[in-house]
């Protein structure tokens, strides 16, 4: 399976500002996810990103607020625009492996003051 | 279509068994189950496949009912390290992503 590196682990940012998240992957995968965990919630997915083409975002999550970027088939970042409290959350990436299901980074927990 | 987990959290003494159920009102193509500990990202633990298939490693297992559309997970003998959220996860298709549900808190204690 595959393993990912997230980064930043965790931040504490001041509302209005922009925070992004970064995954590394250590193999070319065709796509990555990335989700939002509230607080004892369950996983929310905000968008797919593919590499060389826009993001695809669920109903409710928009490009202005989550831009996203792809550049290659190892990396991608979340961008959490205009932060408001209501953004503090655990942001997760992943990649599915198939039969051996999803790989999930160690999160982003985000705290916005 | 987000599935539907039952129960919501089960406390358990070591040794015992206990059953988590997923069921989804639209056709499942396939089911995920994760453990999730406090604090980490979740794990994956099994994917099943086809209607009427049962998988399992360890004391950890799962049957998936198609024609019904609900997975079962099935913790026997339970250990301590079981401890933690469980997290179904569906798609409705081989192109679809995969949606999760709720969750089953599950702590086991000595």
């Known amino acids: 399976s595959a393993v990912i590196s997230q980064k930043p682990s965790r931040d504490i940012c001041q509302r209005g500002t922009s925070l992004t998240i970064q995954c590394q992957v250590d193999s070319q995968v065709t796509m990555m996810f990335w989700y939002r965990q509230q607080p004892g919630q369950s996983l929310t997915l905000i968008a797919t990103?593919?590499?060389?083409?826009?993001?695809?975002?669920e109903s409710g999550f928009v490009i202005d607020k989550f831009p996203i970027s792809r550049p290659n088939l190892t990396f991608s970042t979340l961008t959490v625009s205009n932060m408001s409290p209501e953004d503090s959350s655990i942001y997760l990436c992943?990649?599915?492996?198939?039969?051996?299901?999803?790989?999930f980074g160690s999160g982003t927990r985000l705290t916005v003051v | 279509q987000q599935p539907v987990q039952s129960p919501q959290a089960v406390i358990l003494r070591e040794g015992e068994d206990a059953v988590i159920n997923c069921s989804s009102s639209?056709?499942?193509?396939?089911v995920h189950w994760y453990r999730q500990k406090h604090g980490e990202a979740p794990i994956f633990l099994m994917i099943l496949l086809k209607g009427g298939e049962q998988k399992g490693h360890d004391k950890i297992s799962a049957s998936f009912n198609e024609k019904k559309q609900q997975s079962s997970l099935y913790l026997t003998a339970s250990q301590l390290s079981y401890s933690g959220t469980y997290f179904c996860g569906s798609m409705n298709s081989g192109y679809s992503t995969l949606t999760f549900g709720k969750g089953t808190m599950l702590l086991v204690s000595p």
């Open positions: 990103a593919n590499q060389g083409s826009e993001a695809t975002y």
């Open positions: 992943s990649v599915d492996m198939g039969p051996n299901g999803y790989t």
């Open positions: 639209k056709a499942l193509y396939s």
